[in-house]
Every structure is written in structure tokens, then in C-alpha cells.
């Protein structure tokens, strides 16, 4: 056995099921060694989006995601997508061929670009090492949440490995719960608090059924960062999105908060929308595994390095029977855990729940604004739509009352992102797919095929701009070479439209970001989709044709949106900046 087909036996001995990719002459035999030990290979058409499959399937699924790229530009192809899954802490590992020779019209330092994004390189310099190495690789991915290059010289890939060598199993290690004290200052925190909320992250995914159980006994409110979208839904203290997103009734209840948790969550500028929903006497904390990212975006007043669920339930267990109206424990140093409130039982004139009977932030009356007036969809909205375009706020909420409940929604990035990412609902935090922290336009198509083949219990939604549709538009391919029953809805305006809202109103020239009229209902019809065009309400009556048939092709909406003003969350962002 050869080095190739070693690597590839001891990724599926390791757990590997699915790996994405596009197959040059160097990365040849080891994906072929992939496919011969039981992985599912999936054959993208640009590396890019081979990417980001991987990097969405391993989000969505929860699983350990595997790229394989040719050595030089397979690899420079698919580093916008590597990046993203870099700057997200997805475990990803990257095999790559490398052209070690400095001659090769291949040759490019691959392990500086790997570096240069956040990715971790490692190479394979021998046969005596390579099982171990690329057990190491996926160790790393797994176990440290990082995305792992690993790097398949050309001249070591034939070489013949051990017969003995095979990768030890190793299960992932035991999550860390808090310190002790770090726990106690919480749970003080906590207990003297009459507005708390807690922000859930991508590091709290898995600790909902903990945080609800604290969040129960404190009163507090319950709000997530973009990508844990769907965390607390169905509960009745659910405010969904903090941030830029955040519908008007959320963004007042976390500026209002006297304390404010962020569970996995880096509370960055997004989440914090710029730091303005954080109100000037609120204590922030911050819960985190890694403890390099507490206060790493702003200042807190308490940072807890532990497993989320394990330190929800370690400061739950240390409030005991606390909530029923004990006196709160003093904040250590005596400082006033609320500065500027009442009583613990006094109420906030709003209906609000105080610290009295242990209700905290919560009450009958808020959790009926709550249901009423906590999402998006239902604000109340002028109508922009006409002349053959339609509002993207009635398209958005016509989509959603169409499509079914078990959907996994994932968006690219632009202008349009807000309407879809907040007025489409999901049914937890499994349904929503944010590629965004590089935030690059594009991935978005890309981001549905890898959610879909974790979730394929689901309808895959793919959100996109007509700037990433267009740019992304061979992956179309793909989706129908699957035949994955997939809804690709396109939002039109025929601009890069954040860039027309930022710098249109200081009457710069938008002749470099604004693009004549183009038929792309016609260009998935040519992919082999179904399509239609949507310029009024009445237009969606196709999609639910669709979704009543057989589904055996996907659909393409190509839904023509006004684009008079900038979204809401741009105008937030641009404020800003």
C-alpha cells in the first residue's frame, strides 16, 4: 500500500464518510483510495464550492469535513472557501498535493497560504509518518475545531507505507467545565440580575436543554448569535437574532438588559450591533472554551473558560434553590450587580418582570409582545414592490409561509442577506447555514449543497444575490447531477446592491456595480432546473405548484426585488463604519 492509499483507508478508519472535491493528476489516487474504503466522494465543478460543501457539511452534520484539491491552483482555487471555514473554527481537513519542486509550474508555498488564512498546515514527509500525520491532521480538526491543511507531495504519495501502520483510535476528549470560582461569580451574577439575557453562539449549539434549565431558574431572555439561528425556537422567551438582524422589539429588550451572557458567542461587532445594543451599566459575560477569545472583541466583566452545557449546569446547580426570592448573593468586590435598578421585586412599568418570585427579565405581558411583535415578519411594512418588482420583505414572507417547516435554510452574502436569514424561519439550529465570516459573496449555492447532503431530511433552501448566484452559477451543475430537490431562490437588483446603498447616497458613479438585466430563470432552465420569475405575490403560486409535485428537479425562483434603499441591517452596519 502506498502512501495515497494509506491516507485515504485511515480517514474512513477514522470516521470520514463524505469528501468533496475537484480530481487533477495529483490528487488522483488518494481520493480514489477515499472512494475505495467507503467514503462518498462529491465531484464539484470549481473548488471553490467544493470548499465550502465541506465546510457547510461539517457544520450541518456535525462531522469532520474532507476536501481533496490538486497541488498550485487547485489549492489557490479553493482558499476563499478555506478561508471562510478558517475564520469559523469548522473542523475541515484539506488534502492537497503540493509540488515541493520550486520549478513546477505547480509550485506555490502552500503552507503560507494556509497560514495566511488561519488554516493549520501540516505535511506528509514520509511512508513511515503518514498514517500518523494524517491522524494527527484529523485530530487537530476535530478535537482543536480547526481547518487543517495537509500536504501530499507529489514524489512521497507513491511511496510504500508499513504494512503494520494503521491510526489508532482515539475518541474526542472529554469537554472541560469551569473553575470553581469562575462558576461562583457567574451564578452571583446571575442571581442578583433583573434584566438578564443570554446570547447563544456556534459554541453553544449543543447546550440548548442547559441553558434553558438556567435560563428558567434566572428569568432570562433568550437571543442567538447569526449562525446558531434557531437554537430556542419554539420557546416562549426566543428573542431569535441579536445584532444587525435583530427586529425592533429584540434589539430593545438586550439594550435594556442589566446582564448580559454570551454562551460560545464572540459578541462582536455584528452580534453587538456595533456595540450599541449593549447598554452602559450592563455587565457582559463572556463563556467560551477557548479562553484567548474572552474580551477579545470588547471589554467584560467576567470571562468563564469551561464547555458551555457543562458550566450552564455548574452555575445552575450553584444557585440551588435560588429564584425563590432569596436575597441575592453580593457581587464579589461589593460592586452593585444592577447598577441603577430597584428593588428585586419592583416592576419596570412596561410589564417586565423584576427579580420577584425569581421571574427575572420575564413576564405574562412581554412574552405576549414577545409572540406578537418578536420577529421580523411581524413589523408592520409599507409595500415598496411595483413596476414589476417585488418587495423582498412580501417575497420573503410568501416563501415562508410556502415552504415546509423542515427546511435548512443557507444564505450568501450581499444586500439581500437580512430578509431571508430573518424572515424565513427554521425549525432549530440545524436549519440555518451562515457562511459569513469572511464575508465573501458567493459561497452561498455551494453552502446549500453541503447542508443538504448532511440534512437530507430536509428541503435545502439556498439563498442567494444576483452577485453570488452569477458568480457561483457552475455549482448549479452539481445540485442537478444530485438531484437534490432544492429551492435556489435568486433576489435580483441587478446591482451589488451593498455596495450601490454605501456609496450611492454620497453621489459617487455606480456605472462599475450596477448590471443591465439578465435571465437567470433561463440559465437554471439550461442547468436542467425548474425556474420561474417573480415579480409579484400572485408569481409564488409556481413555487407552490412545485413543492405539491414530485420535486424531481430543483427550482430556481428568480425573484426580480426592488432595490430602492439599502436593507436595514446595511444601514446598521454603515453606521459603523
Known amino acids: 500500500m ?6 485515504g483507508r485511515a480517514l474512513a478508519s477514522l470516521g470520514v464518510d463524505t469528501a468533496f472535491g475537484v480530481v487533477g493528476s495529483g490528487n ?4 480514489n483510495a477515499l472512494v475505495e474504503y467507503g467514503v462518498r466522494f462529491v465531484a464539484a465543478r470549481h473548488e471553490g464550492g467544493a ?11 456535525g462531522r469532520v469535513g474532507v476536501l481533496s484539491v490538486h497541488q498550485g491552483p487547485g489549492l489557490t482555487n479553493a482558499m476563499t472557501g478555506i478561508a471562510e471555514a478558517a475564520k469559523s473554527r469548522t473542523p475541515l481537513v484539506v488534502l492537497a498535493a503540493e509540488a515541493t519542486a520550486p520549478l513546477s509550474n505547480f509550485h506555490v508555498d502552500q503552507a503560507a497560504l494556509a497560514t495566511a488564512v488561519g488554516a493549520v498546515p501540516l505535511r506528509i514527509d514520509s511512508a513511515g509518518t503518514a498514517v500518523a500525520r494524517t491522524a494527527e491532521a484529523f485530530r487537530l480538526a476535530r478535537d482543536g475545531r480547526r481547518t487543517v491543511l495537509l500536504n501530499l ?41 433583573r434584566r438578564p439575557v443570554f446570547v447563544a453562539g456556534r459554541g453553544a449549539r449543543t447546550a440548548r436543554r442547559e441553558l434553558e434549565e438556567l435560563a428558567e431558574r434566572t428569568g432570562a431572555l433568550l437571543a442567538t448569535s447569526a449562525v446558531a439561528k434557531g437554537l430556542f425556537r419554539g420557546s416562549p422567551w426566543d428573542l431569535d437574532v441579536s445584532g444587525g438582524f435583530a427586529s425592533p422589539l429584540t434589539a430593545e429588550l438586550i439594550r435594556d438588559a442589566d446582564v448580559i451572557v454570551g454562551w460560545g458567542c464572540a459578541l462582536n461587532m455584528w452580534t453587538t450591533r456595533h456595540g450599541t445594543l449593549i447598554g452602559p451599566d450592563t455587565r457582559v459575560v463572556q463563556v467560551d472554551l477557548d479562553a484567548g477569545a474572552l474580551g477579545a472583541h470588547r471589554p467584560i466583566h467576567l470571562g468563564v473558560t469551561g464547555d458551555v452545557a457543562l458550566t450552564a449546569r455548574a452555575v445552575t446547580g450553584l444557585l440551588g434553590a435560588g429564584g425563590d426570592g432569596r436575597e441575592a448573593p453580593a457581587v464579589p468586590g461589593g460592586a452593585d450587580p444592577s447598577p441603577g435598578a430597584g428593588p428585586p421585586g419592583e416592576a419596570d412599568g412596561d410589564g417586565r418582570g423584576g427579580r420577584a418570585g425569581g421571574t427575572g427579565y420575564r413576564s405574562a405581558e412581554l412574552a405576549g409582545r414577545i409572540a406578537g411583535e418578536g420577529r421580523w415578519r411581524d413589523v408592520p411594512y409599507a409595500d415598496a414592490g411595483g413596476g414589476g418588482r417585488i418587495d423582498p420583505r412580501t417575497l420573503t414572507i410568501g416563501l415562508d409561509d410556502l415552504l415546509p417547516a423542515g427546511r435548512v435554510v443557507s444564505i450568501d452574502s450581499g444586500n439581500f442577506m437580512g430578509y431571508p436569514s430573518m424572515f424565513l424561519d ?46 457561483g452559477i457552475a455549482e448549479l451543475e452539481t445540485v442537478v447531477r444530485l438531484g437534490l430537490p432544492m429551492v435556489i431562490v435568486v433576489y435580483d437588483d441587478e446591482a451589488y446592491g451593498a455596495e450601490v446603498h454605501h456609496f450611492g447616497p454620497d453621489g459617487h458613479p455606480l456605472d462599475t456595480v450596477t ?9 437554471g432552465r ?26 424531481s428537479r430543483p427550482l430556481l425562483v428568480h425573484a426580480k426585488v426592488g432595490g430602492a434603499r439599502g436593507a436595514w441591517w446595511l444601514e446598521e452596519a454603515f453606521r459603523g463604519h
Open 51 to 61: 470548499a465550502t460543501m465541506a465546510d457547510a457539511y461539517a457544520r450541518t452534520g
Open 426 to 471: 427554521v425549525p432549530d439550529e440545524c436549519g440555518f447555514v451562515f457562511t459569513q465570516a469572511f464575508q465573501s459573496i458567493g459561497l452561498g449555492l455551494a453552502t446549500a449543497i453541503g447542508a443538504a447532503l448532511a440534512r437530507p431530511d430536509r428541503l435545502p433552501v439556498a439563498a442567494l444575490g444576483d452577485g453570488g448566484a452569477l458568480m
Open 28 to 31: 488522483f489516487h488518494v481520493t
Open 153 to 193: 507531495p507529489l514524489e512521497v504519495q507513491d511511496q510504500a507505507v508499513p504494512a503494520a501502520a494503521e491510526p489508532p483510535a482515539a475518541p474526542p476528549p472529554l469537554p472541560s467545565g469551569p473553575e470553581t470560582g469562575e462558576a461562583a461569580r457567574l451564578a452571583d451574577l446571575l442571581s442578583a440580575a
Open 526 to 551: 439550461g442547468f436542467g432546473c425548474e425556474a420561474v420569475t417573480v415579480r409579484d405575490r400572485e408569481d409564488l403560486a409556481a413555487v407552490a405548484g412545485w413543492l405539491a409535485g414530485p420535486r
Open 515 to 523: 448590471f443591465p438585466p439578465v435571465d437567470i430563470a433561463a440559465i
Open 2 to 7: 502506498n502512501v495515497a492509499a494509506a491516507v
